[in-house]
RNA sequence: CGGAGCGUAGCUCAGCCGGGUAGAGCGCCAGCUUUGGGAGCUGGGUGUCGCAGGUUCGAAUCCUGUCGCUCCGACCA
């Protein structure tokens, strides 16, 4: 491709809207531009992009086995009632109506298609296992799009569905994909690891994301050095918080004193009253499915709401208002307790492990402007359930290693899970097994988002002044630079030459045939990021030379008569390099 | 959904406080010069000042509403 020919939009200063690196990149390069909040329109180096990760998901879901479908992206909402995730992912669904004010969802994944699918198809063992994929739009109804292509109500992923007759069966499934996913970021130039994640409204029992380290991603990940421990913080566990909780009982019951104005665990923490945050019970009203429930914490501990989700089974959460804590416990926030004797009804009270055995604890009085110690959980309060409550914070100990946990941001970028049946009971995807019984399939789902994946490449890989593409990702391997395009002049000459037969050994090449000055194109390249640009001008022509000089690397010298075999080498080095990072099959 | 900020030329932004003919740089078009890291000179078109009302002799500027964009939050009692 001729550069005159193309169209490669690349703005000089930074679009305002854009506030990470990533997304100032993918606008300046001239990969895409915005539409409205969270829709782009991918140019045409974009779109190359695009299909090159496009492709490379496409080789290895074959190699593990998986088979390409194609969904439709408009769903009946019938299906989705069936599942139940009408109402439990509610937020995300876009509606339209059509011409008959019948109703339909835009797919923001789609499990519910491809179990009914299976549901139709899938009658017998004898046909599993089968894994389903494709590679289409999604629409997410983002609460806040943002980040350019990280977080958009439009998007481009690739989800693939697995049906297996056993569990032990789909935990095969789960590890083929699972390998297919290391390989595929490997291939993309993209360094992630795996680390162990929530469900959430998915659903399943077993889980992990690939996750790209980097400190504008949108979640964090509590990791062990010895990297042998990485999870998601909605998922991690720790050995506990690193003060011990007290165990050593004060006072033979609770105690009211006065704390007027005292509303926060750092105000009762503070002099005159002094109690330690870890002394104290955190009480937070929450309604579970409407029903309200009090979460009981250390009180330097933070509720995890995740956490709360998984153990409990509950679809929604939300905190009390604080009118709501009024008429449930007779006090607002910063005054309320569980101690038995203070509540004037029963109430569902559910309790982080940390607070197992506590006593000559403080905690609120269930009465504005008054505390109470000497609380003994074990005596005091009635739990109905225990449970992992809290948010794992940096420098507690892993379980496994007893070394002290980190805390990094990290962008996700795939996501695999393990279904069991929630899905193919509701739908009833069921099949014959060997001796004639009807059994619901076991089901795997796997997610990767391709243009998040695009952008986190970006991320990972820019400088000061632009982006580095890894060869296998890029839009172009090699951008030929001839700094005088007179279609007689030598530079120009030589670089038709190189370019006929360049693509015609298949390598991707660029013309760069602007007749601008050398320090434009030269910025111009830097920017886009072509992994190889070789430089042709009239200075080292006249000592029978030409210049290679890879993105982000230094400039090397190379005779005329050696220039396309030179360019091959690299590329063929460049390629080695980034497969020797791609783990085995 | 709550909070904050911003909407002026294709892009980055000034002008708004204190109302009085719409501005700069970059880009774009033409010409000359220049040619190894975003050149110089000359000339040129650049616009519903987001939209709708209101106040005023007069509104980009003041007021009200609305739409859009960006960021923060949407558990921490």
Excluded at 17 to 27: F, V
Excluded at 121 to 150: A, V, W
Excluded at 512 to 524: H, I, T
């Amino acid at each position: 491709m001729r550069w005159t020919q193309t169209f490669i939009p690349t703005l000089k200063e930074t679009p305002a809207e854009a506030e990470i690196a990533s997304h100032q990149l993918l606008l300046r390069a001239g990969l895409v531009r915005k539409v409205s909040g969270g829709l782009y329109t991918f140019l045409p180096l974009g779109v190359r992009v695009l299909r090159k990760i496009e492709r490379i998901v496409r080789e290895e879901m074959d190699r593990a086995g998986a088979l390409e479908v194609s969904m439709p992206c408009l769903q009946p909402p019938e299906l989705w009632q069936q599942s139940g995730r009408y109402t439990t992912a509610a937020e995300v669904l876009y509606h339209v109506f059509d011409r008959a004010k019948k109703e339909w969802v835009l797919s923001p994944t789609a499990e519910e298609v491809i179990t009914h699918l299976a549901a139709g198809e899938l009658g017998s063992y004898r046909q599993l296992p089968k894994n389903f994929y494709q590679i289409g739009i999604k629409f997410r109804d983002e609460i806040r799009p943002r980040f350019g292509l990280m977080r958009a109500r439009e998007f481009l992923m690739k989800d693939a569905y697995s049906f297996d007759v056993s569990d032990a069966a789909a935990q095969v499934s789960y590890e083929k994909m699972y390998r297919a996913y290391a390989r595929i970021f490997a291939r993309c130039g993209l360094r992630t690891f795996p680390v162990e994640a929530d469900t959430g409204v998915i659903g399943g029992s077993l889980s992990h994301e690939f996750m790209v380290p980097a400190e504008t991603g949108e979640n964090e990940v509590v990791y062990c050095e010895t990297g042998t421990y990485a999870a998601n913080i909605e998922k991690a566990t720790s050995r506990g918080p690193r003060l011990p909780t007290p165990q050593q009982s004060t006072g033979p019951a609770p105690e009211k004193f006065s704390t007027p104005g005292v509303v926060t665990i750092e105000a009762l923490a503070a002099a005159p009253y002094s109690v330690p945050a870890h002394h104290q019970i955190k009480t937070l009203v929450y309604l579970l499915d409407s029903q309200p429930t009090l979460v009981l914490l250390r009180g330097d501990d933070q509720l995890n709401e995740a956490k709360l989700l998984a153990r409990t089974g509950a679809a929604r959460a939300r905190p009390a208002t604080p009118e709501e804590c009024k008429a449930t416990l007779g006090a607002h926030p910063g005054s309320l307790g569980a101690v038995r004797a203070t509540l004037r009804r029963p109430v569902r009270v559910l309790a982080d492990l940390a607070l197992r055995g506590a006593a000559g604890m403080a905690t609120g009085a269930n009465e504005d402007g008054f505390h109470l110690r000497h609380v003994d959980l074990a005596r005091d309060v009635v739990v109905d359930q225990w449970a992992d409550l809290r948010t794992v914070q940096a420098g507690e100990l892993d379980v496994a290693t007893g070394q002290p946990l980190k805390i990094r941001r990290a962008i996700e970028v795939g996501h695999v899970f393990k279904l069991g049946t929630k899905y193919s009971e509701k739908l009833n995807a069921c099949f014959l097994d060997e001796t004639g019984q009807r059994q619901p399939a076991v089901m795997g789902c796997y997610g990767i988002g391709i243009t998040r994946t695009l952008q986190a490449i970006i991320e990972q890989q820019h400088d000061r002044d632009g982006i580095l593409w890894p060869l296998t990702t890029a839009p172009y391997a090699v951008c030929l630079t001839p700094l005088n395009v007179a279609p007689d002049s030598a530079p120009m000459r030589l670089a038709e030459q190189l370019y006929a037969e360049l693509t015609a050994r298949g390598v991707e090449v660029l013309l760069d045939d602007r007749d601008e000055r050398p320090g434009v194109k030269f910025k111009d390249a830097d920017l886009v990021g072509f992994p190889l640009r070789v430089n042709l001008g009239e200075k080292a022509l006249a000592r029978g030379e030409i210049e290679l000089k890879p993105r982000g690397g230094t400039l090397t010298p190379v005779k005329i008569e050696a220039a396309r075999e030179a360019i091959l080498e690299w590329l063929r080095a460049e390629s080695a390099r980034l497969e020797a990072t791609v783990p085995p099959a």
